[in-house]
């Protein structure tokens, strides 16, 4: 679970988040958590038996434009990770899903020959209705 160099390599430029999910860096939240939404590449990257690991990009890099400098100011990226426990902003995971599929409800008012419970059916082919 240990990030390792190789795993820098991976973060390649596909985005993994809704765009609409992207946070300029004056409003990145330092007191609470800052929401991202997965698209559907971010969602089919997440391991359901293993490790899941995400990174962070500058809005700069993402877009390849050179940042504007200024003397003696500096750019960081803070957050809150997994081995962080114990703090009023424990990392966190929300995963919001529907309730599955909906089946139709099972029928009702049986007939076998146009009649409901018959006794005595006289034909080797009976049709079914409800």
Known sequence: TTLVNS?????????????????????????????????????????????????LRFLNDINNNAPTWVSSQSSNLIGY????????????LVVVHGTGPVYPSAPTALFVDGITNPSNIATTSPYFSA
Do not use: C, H
């Open 7 to 55: 795993d820098f390599a991976k973060l390649g430029t596909t985005e993994m988040i809704d765009s609409g999910s992207r946070i300029l860096d004056a409003n990145w939240n330092t007191a609470g958590w800052n929401d991202f939404t997965l698209n559907a590449t971010g969602i089919s990257n997440i391991s359901a038996t293993g490790v899941t690991k995400f990174g």
């Open 81 to 92: 990770y997994a081995d962080q426990t114990g703090t009023t902003n424990d990392p966190k």
